[in-house]
């Protein structure tokens, strides 16, 4: 097996879920700094000063972080491996052989159930944790499963 770049991209829905999951945390810091723009009248140079750079930073960040993630995400499942690359600053890639494999699950939260994504782990006998794909189209992360389901029931390995 060769650490290599997956084949398949997440769901392109993953960025616009993206962009709106990290939109909270920056309402609330804007939030904060009104606030300290707002409890200081006097002296309104600095407050405004960071609010201006807090705005441009995080119009920044919602709009470059969502769409690096999607071109860094990727997964593949091949006859006898699972690969995952994930990140955007900090980017893992993974490979866990099938005969690995112990469970397949899937999850949504309710704004992933909004978007009509799913996430997929794959738990092996890895010390490093799951492979985890996240971003995955509904369908195509039921497929995954259904398919890894098939494959790791006629793997030879024992999963440990």
């Known amino acids: 097996m060769q650490l ?4 398949h991209l997440v769901s392109p829905r993953a960025i616009v ?11 609330l810091v804007l939030a904060g700094e009104s606030f300290w723009l707002w409890s200081s009248p006097d ?19 919602l709009i470059v972080m969502p769409r690096w993630r999607y071109r860094v995400h990727r997964w593949e499942l091949t006859a006898t491996a699972v ?8 980017q ?3 490979i866990a052989p099938i005969s690995r494999v112990q469970t397949v699950d899937t999850e949504r ?3 992933e159930q909004l978007f009509r994504l799913a996430n997929v782990t794959v738990t092996t ?10 971003g995955l189209d509904r369908a195509t992360a039921e497929g995954l499963v259904a398919e890894l389901t098939e494959s790791t029931g006629h793997s030879q390995g024992d999963a440990t």
Do not use: K, M, N
């Open 109 to 111: 939260g309710p704004l």
């Open 125 to 134: 006998a890895s010390a490093a944790g799951p492979l985890r794909i996240q």
């Open 17 to 27: 879920y993206w962009t709106v999951r990290a939109v909270p945390l920056w309402v």
């Open 92 to 94: 893992e890639r993974r």
């Open 4 to 7: 290599r770049d997956p084949a």
């Open 83 to 90: 690969y995952t690359q994930s990140g955007w600053l900090s």
């Open 43 to 61: 002296h309104p140079g600095l407050p405004v000063t960071v609010l201006i750079l807090t705005v441009l930073f995080a119009a920044a960040h």
